[in-house]
């Protein structure tokens, strides 16, 4: 069986890499300026994790109960459907990238071509190597989720709360029937709203930082309106379903046998230290935690763009004011510039697509006032996204809930004394050198779960690393594709 990549067509004018909110609201607008788009996307339904959609088979028969704002994706879909009727847009799903390459010295102003190396299937067995080439590139790829450990992490039970929202949008199941959601971030209020709706009982919800902090920035709130009802619509929800919102609390221990049966609530100071004597039992037996998301940069730090820090500790894509990487004709939108939220994502696209559009045909940005306008939006939005990323940094003190034993990489099963050991009598600094080390962050999932421990544990920040980010390829590929040669351009 040849393993050579199957040419998709093309040249496109503009490949767009992720099909949420951000990818999509650019691919539409760049195709509706007249460009030939690309669309690829690892899932096999346009929407990426905010529009995760049940399987056809589940039959829902009504997939919108599950999301706000569900309007602006039926608009995004009604125009991709029309755009890829009229051929300005090929929409590839279950295609993989997992990297790009420059095509030549490039055409007009300098700007070179590009080639999409893609994986496409859903399953192993069935994946074919696919090569895409286009004129510019879009990332919109999106984010993960960032996971603090503490003691019984590992249990059976314990998942991320992106994880259960995603099980509840796609597969209709609940993670469990009494549900402790527990973290830092507004992603919380939305999952435990989302549970309870469903029918499970979220006995608490454990916010580690503390909402009071947004009030100290109120001009910034008062911008965004539409934020401030979305955070009434959460909470009035919950008040209604007798959910607690306590913050400044966390869980710092689970508990069970076979799987999660209770949890330690704690009451943490300003630095996310637990407050001693403020420990309790709570009886659940799911948990769904989750300390914010991190962007999804392994093609973008590959292609060599440039970062910036992030408030809340992390590190995201640096773009100018038509969403530009550092990169000539490499373009980003939506989380990998920072996480911002659907809104945000939205309006990041829609800019993105005109910038394409406009550097490479000449094309008038369209109506000045709208561009006006969408760029006012994201700067409103943007500095939310600051305060939001403030707001809710995790706090050194989190380390003082771990014990010696308690699993960091579960991949490759690291404890937290041998990277203290790495640390402290081996005298690593980074997190690279204690992968080296103790093998922490080389299994599965190549330290996406755990990279933001380790670097706080080895004293480098959450995930202040660029470096860390640095994967040559973003996901696995067969040995057989990588040694067969690729078309040539």
């Not at 004018?13 to 509706?32: N, R």
């Not at 910034?220 to 929800?237: D, F, I, M, N, Q």
């Not at 590959?302 to 038509?322: I, N, S, Y």
């Amino acid at each position: 069986m040849t393993t050579s990549p199957c040419d998709a067509g093309g040249p496109y004018e503009s490949a767009v890499v992720g099909a949420g909110p951000a990818g999509l609201a650019a691919a539409v607008t760049a195709a509706e300026l007249g460009l030939r788009v690309a669309l690829l996307d690892a899932g096999e339904r346009p929407g990426g994790q905010f529009y995760r959609q049940p399987a056809a088979a589940l039959g829902a028969g009504r997939p919108e109960a599950l999301h706000h704002g569900w309007s602006a994706y039926a608009d995004l879909e009604r125009r991709l459907r029309a755009l890829r009727e009229a051929g300005r847009i090929r929409y590839f799903p279950a295609h993989h990238v997992w990297t790009v390459v420059p095509e030549g010295a490039g055409g007009d102003g300098g700007m070179p071509g590009w080639r999409l190396h893609a994986l496409a299937g859903t399953r192993v067995e069935e994946e074919r190597p696919v090569l895409i080439h286009a004129r510019a590139v879009l990332l919109a790829t999106g984010a993960y989720e960032r996971h603090l450990p503490f003691p019984g992490w590992t249990l059976p039970g314990v998942i991320g709360a992106g994880a259960a929202q995603a099980m509840l949008k796609s597969g209709l199941v609940l993670p469990g029937r009494r549900v402790v959601v527990a973290g830092s971030g507004p992603l919380l209020l939305a999952v435990a709203g989302s549970l309870t709706a469903a029918g499970a009982k979220v006995p608490v919800v454990a916010e580690a930082s503390c909402y009071a902090a947004y009030a100290r920035r109120w001009p910034t709130l008062l911008r965004v309106p539409g934020k401030l009802a979305e955070a009434a619509v959460h909470a009035s929800a919950l008040l209604r379903r007798g959910v607690r919102v306590l913050n400044r609390h966390a869980v710092i221990a689970a508990h069970g046998a076979e799987r999660v049966e209770a949890v330690t609530l704690a009451r943490l100071d300003r630095g996310w230290r637990p407050v001693p004597g403020s420990d309790r039992r709570v009886r659940c037996d799911a948990v769904a935690v989750g300390h914010g998301l991190v962007p999804q940069l392994e093609l973008a730090m590959e292609l060599g763009c440039a970062t910036r820090p992030t408030p809340d500790g992390g590190v995201a894509l640096r773009v100018d004011g038509g969403q530009r990487t550092s990169v000539a004709g490499v373009w980003a939108a939506g989380e990998t510039g920072g996480i911002g939220g659907v809104e945000l994502a939205l309006v990041e696209g829609e800019l993105a697509g005109r910038s394409i559009a406009s550097d490479l045909h000449g094309t008038p940005d369209g109506p000045r006032r709208d561009i006006a306008r969408a760029a006012v939006r994201r700067a409103r939005l943007r500095a939310f996204a600051d305060l939001m990323a403030a707001a809710h940094r995790p706090g050194p003190g989190w380390t003082g809930w771990l014990t010696d034993a308690t699993a960091v990489c579960r991949c490759e099963e690291v404890p937290v004394g041998l990277i203290k050991e790495a640390v402290g009598g081996l005298g690593a600094h980074d997190t690279r050198t204690v992968k080296l080390l103790t093998r922490a962050g080389m299994g599965w999932c190549q330290g996406r779960m755990c990279g933001p421990a380790v670097a706080c544990l080895t004293g480098s920040g959450l995930a202040a690393e660029p470096g860390a980010h640095r994967r040559p390829l973003s996901c696995p590929v067969p040995l057989g594709h990588l040694a067969e040669p690729p078309d040539p351009p």
